[in-house]
C-alpha cells in the first residue's frame, strides 16, 4: 500500500510570498488533515477534511491559510502572504473513517519543511 | 490547562533500563487514546492504541485512567532504537473527532 506522498519537501520563501503544498492520500481514506509541527512541539491540527468537506478547521488562521480538497482525493494548502512564524514542518495525513477510533490509524507523510526568510 | 500535557523531557536512559511516561488530557469527552512515536526529522507513526483495560504489545505497556484523565507508556528493558519522541494523541471529542497530540517526550537510551 502506498503512503501518503506530499510535495515539496522543503521549502524557502521570503516572507509576505506565497506558497502552497500538496497531499495525495491512501487510496480509499476518506479522512485527510494538515498538521502544522513548530520545531519542539507536537503537531497542531490546522485542518480535517472528510472526502471533501470539511470538518474542523477552527484553528486555521483563515486571514492567510486556505485549503482545499475538491474531489475529495489530494489536498492543497496555501499560505498567503508568509509569516516569519509559518516557519514550520507541514504533515498531511489520512485515516479510513472520520471517526479516529481504536482502530483506524491516521498514517502521516514525510511532511514539507518550510523556511520563511 | 493545555488539552494535552506530557513531560517534554529529555529522559536520558541507559539500554536495557524501564522508563515511564506519562500524560494528562482535559477534554472528558475524548474517546480514543494513542502514543505514536516521532524519530527525528521524520513523521510521527502509530506506536499503539491504548485501551481501557490497559494493553501490552512486547516490551510497551499503556494504560489509561479516564477518572484521572491520565494516560501512561511503560517501556521495558530499553534498545538503543527506542530513542525518539513519543507523543501522547487523544481525540478531541466531537462527532468527528480529530486527534490532539502532546509536545511529545524525548527519550534518549545511551550504552
Known amino acids: 500500500e502506498a503512503g501518503v506522498a506530499q510535495s515539496p519537501r522543503y521549502k524557502i520563501i521570503e516572507k509576505r510570498q506565497s506558497v502552497a503544498f500538496w497531499c495525495n492520500p491512501i487510496s480509499g481514506h476518506a479522512t485527510l488533515y494538515w498538521y502544522q509541527q513548530i520545531l519542539g512541539q507536537g503537531p497542531k491540527l490546522l485542518i480535517q477534511f472528510q472526502n471533501n468537506g470539511v470538518v474542523d478547521d477552527s484553528q486555521l488562521p483563515k486571514d492567510r491559510f486556505s485549503a482545499e480538497r475538491l474531489k475529495g482525493v489530494d489536498s492543497t494548502l496555501k499560505i498567503q502572504p508568509a509569516k516569519l512564524e509559518d516557519s514550520a514542518v507541514y504533515l498531511c495525513a489520512s485515516s479510513r473513517r472520520g471517526l479516529p477510533s481504536l482502530n483506524t490509524e491516521a498514517f502521516f507523510g514525510q511532511g514539507t519543511r518550510l523556511t520563511v526568510v | 490547562r493545555k488539552e494535552v500535557e506530557q513531560d517534554p523531557g529529555p529522559f536520558n536512559v541507559p539500554e536495557g533500563a524501564t522508563v515511564a511516561f506519562n500524560c494528562t488530557y482535559s477534554n472528558s469527552a475524548s474517546q480514543s487514546f494513542f502514543w505514536y512515536r516521532q524519530d527525528c526529522r521524520k513523521e510521527p507513526k502509530l506506536l499503539m492504541s491504548v485501551y481501557s483495560s490497559g494493553n501490552e504489545d512486547g516490551r510497551f505497556t499503556a494504560q489509561l485512567n479516564r477518572a484521572s484523565q491520565y494516560i501512561s507508556l511503560l517501556i521495558r528493558d530499553s534498545k538503543l532504537s527506542d530513542s525518539a519522541t513519543y507523543l501522547c494523541?487523544?481525540?478531541?471529542?466531537?462527532?468527528?473527532?480529530?486527534?490532539?497530540f502532546g509536545k511529545g517526550t524525548k527519550l534518549s537510551v545511551k550504552p
Open positions: 494523541v487523544v481525540t478531541g471529542g466531537g462527532s468527528q473527532g480529530n486527534l490532539i
